[in-house]
């Protein structure tokens, strides 16, 4: 069945550094791919996506790439800050939408 | 619009009862999805409906589980008999039914069976 494989698990970074997370798909057929991100004890929120027929896409310190020959995206964060301190979820969409596992994102003062 | 809305917020019930989870899409939406989350397996999706069908619910964990969407504006989810695994917070989103539709959540509810 469909997949989506999301690395790393855990990831902790200075303030002010970057930080990159990393997903692969396994259907060919997606064409959407949103990231969310969820705070402690809340809903998961939208924060960027990107369609199949764009590779990348900026807003402001984050940016996200996507490789469909590769079945490779991911997601960079800039200049990090403490309140960039969340779980990340990377999605594959074709009408349903399939999650990955998530990336607790620590960001060191 | 309030979002998407989900009922209860919390609930705790004991092994083998009958257990209802409510969801009220956002209007205008005609996707509706159910997702289970633990910190063991992330966020999974059960089940997702297209104009109140059913698509796929190959996530659904096994007869224990079913959900219905009877109109546009709601949808159940029910666990019978309920399990301590069950335990977890179960999410509902809703999204335009078109390609590349950015779904937005609900704000859980946080199940556990004791």
């Known amino acids: 069945g469909e997949n989506v494989e999301q690395h790393p698990s855990t990831l902790s970074v200075q303030e002010g550094d970057s930080a990159v997370i990393k997903c692969t798909y396994s259907?060919?057929?997606?064409?959407?791919f949103p990231w969310y991100k969820q705070e402690l004890g809340k809903r998961p929120q939208l924060i960027i996506d990107?369609?199949?027929?764009?590779g990348e896409k900026k807003d402001q310190r984050i940016a996200v790439t996507l490789n469909k020959t590769a079945k490779h995206f991911s997601l960079h964060i800039t200049e990090t800050q403490p309140e960039d301190s969340a779980v990340y979820f990377c999605?594959?969409?074709?009408?349903?939408?399939?999650f990955g596992k998530g990336t607790r994102l620590h960001i060191l003062p | 619009d309030a979002g998407v809305i989900q009922s209860p917020r919390h609930e705790v019930t004991e092994m083998g009862q009958e257990v209802t989870l409510r969801c009220k899409p956002i209007?205008?939406?005609?996707?509706l999805f159910w997702y289970r989350q633990t910190m063991m397996r992330g966020l999974e999706l059960l089940i997702y409906?297209?104009?109140?069908?059913?698509?796929?619910d190959s996530g659904m964990p096994e007869d224990r589980f079913s959900a219905k969407m009877p109109n546009a504006s709601f949808s159940t989810l029910k666990i019978q008999p309920s399990e301590p695994r069950d335990s977890a917070v179960y999410f509902c989103?809703?999204?335009?039914?078109?390609?590349?539709?950015?779904?937005?959540f609900g704000q859980g509810t946080r199940l556990t069976v004791v």
């Open positions: 989103a809703s999204s335009l039914a078109r390609a590349r539709a950015e779904a937005f």
């Open positions: 259907d060919s057929a997606s064409n959407y």
């Open positions: 990107i369609r199949s027929n764009v």
């Open positions: 999605a594959a969409s074709m009408g349903k939408i399939i």
């Open positions: 209007s205008g939406h005609n996707s």
């Open positions: 409906f297209n104009n109140n069908v059913p698509i796929d």
